[in-house]
Antibody
Framework: QVQLVQSGAEVKKPGASVKVSCKAS????????FTWVRQAPGQGLQWLGW????????KYADQFQGRVSMTTDTSTNTAYMELRNLRSDDTAIYYC????????????????WGQGTLVTVSS | SYDLTQPPSVSVSPRQTATITCSGD??????VYWYQQKPGQSPVMVIW???RRPSGIPDRFSGSNSGNTATLTIIGTQPTDEADYYC????????FGGGTKLTVL
C-alpha cells in the first residue's frame, strides 16, 4: 500500500533553515510527483509547491519563491522540502502529498498524504 | 489571485444530507477536488475532478461543479463524517478554499 512517512518535528530559530523529508513506499516512485502543503495552527491549507520525480522540474508558490527548494532522491525514494530564512509565521505542520509528474500534474489531485511534520519557529 | 470561498461551518443531523459549497469565478471550467480532514489527522481526498470518488471513499460522498459553484454532498451523513472539508482547484497555482467545519449533531 502507498505510504508517505515524514521526518520528525523540528524546532528552529528565526533566520534558520529546515529540511523536511518524505519517504515513499508502495508504488513506483518515479511515476509521480510531490506537492508540499502547510497548515498553520488552527488555519487552513496552503500550497508551497510541487516537484516532478520523473522530470526533476518544480513549481513554487509565488510567496515562497527564493525561500523554498524541493528535491527528490530516487535512490532512497525520498522527497525533501527545504525552507530558508524561517520566520515565526512559518510555524506550521508541513505535509507532503503524492501528485502527478507531468505538465498536468495537478489533475490527479493529491491522493496520498504524509502524516505531517510540525515545524516550530521560535527564538 | 484566484479565490475559493466556502462557508465556515455547516451543521447536519445524522442520516440527513449535508451540502458544502465552494464558490469561485467560472469555477465550473476548472476541476475541483475535495479533502476531508479530521482533528489531528492528515487530509484525505474524498472527491477528485469534480465528481470522481477515490477508491475506499463511501458512495454517500458525491460532488458536482457548474457555473461558479462546486458542491460536496454527503447523503446519509454519519457522525464519523464530522470534519473540516477543503475544496481545491488549479488556476496557474494550487488554490484551497478556507475550509468548512461540518458538525453532525
Amino acid at each position: 500500500q502507498v505510504q508517505l512517512v515524514q521526518s520528525g518535528a523540528e524546532v528552529k530559530k528565526p533566520g534558520a533553515s529546515v529540511k523536511v523529508s518524505c519517504k515513499a513506499s508502495g508504488y513506483t516512485f518515479r511515476n509521480y510527483g510531490f506537492t508540499w502543503v502547510r497548515q498553520a495552527p488552527g488555519q487552513g491549507l496552503q500550497w508551497l509547491g510541487w516537484i516532478s520525480v520523473y522530470y526533476g522540474n518544480s513549481k513554487y508558490a509565488d510567496q515562497f519563491q527564493g525561500r523554498v527548494s524541493m528535491t527528490t532522491d530516487t535512490s532512497t525514494n525520498t522527497a525533501y522540502m527545504e525552507l530558508r530564512n524561517l520566520r515565526s509565521d512559518d510555524t506550521a505542520i508541513y505535509y507532503c502529498a503524492r501528485s502527478g509528474y507531468s505538465s498536468t500534474w495537478y489533475e490527479m489531485g493529491f491522493d496520498f498524504w504524509g502524516q505531517g511534520t510540525l515545524v516550530t519557529v521560535s527564538s | 489571485s484566484y479565490d475559493l470561498t466556502q462557508p465556515p461551518s455547516v451543521s447536519v443531523s445524522p442520516r440527513q444530507t449535508a451540502t458544502i459549497t465552494c464558490s469561485g469565478d467560472n469555477l465550473g471550467r476548472k476541476f475541483v477536488y475535495w479533502y476531508q480532514q479530521k482533528p489531528g489527522q492528515s487530509p484525505v481526498m474524498v472527491i477528485w475532478q469534480d465528481s470522481r470518488r477515490p477508491s475506499g471513499i463511501p458512495d454517500r460522498f458525491s460532488g458536482s461543479n457548474s457555473g461558479n459553484t462546486a458542491t460536496l454532498t454527503i447523503i446519509g451523513t454519519q457522525p464519523t463524517d464530522e470534519a473540516d472539508y477543503y475544496c481545491q482547484a488549479w488556476d496557474t497555482t494550487v488554490v484551497f478554499g478556507g475550509g468548512t467545519k461540518l458538525t453532525v449533531l
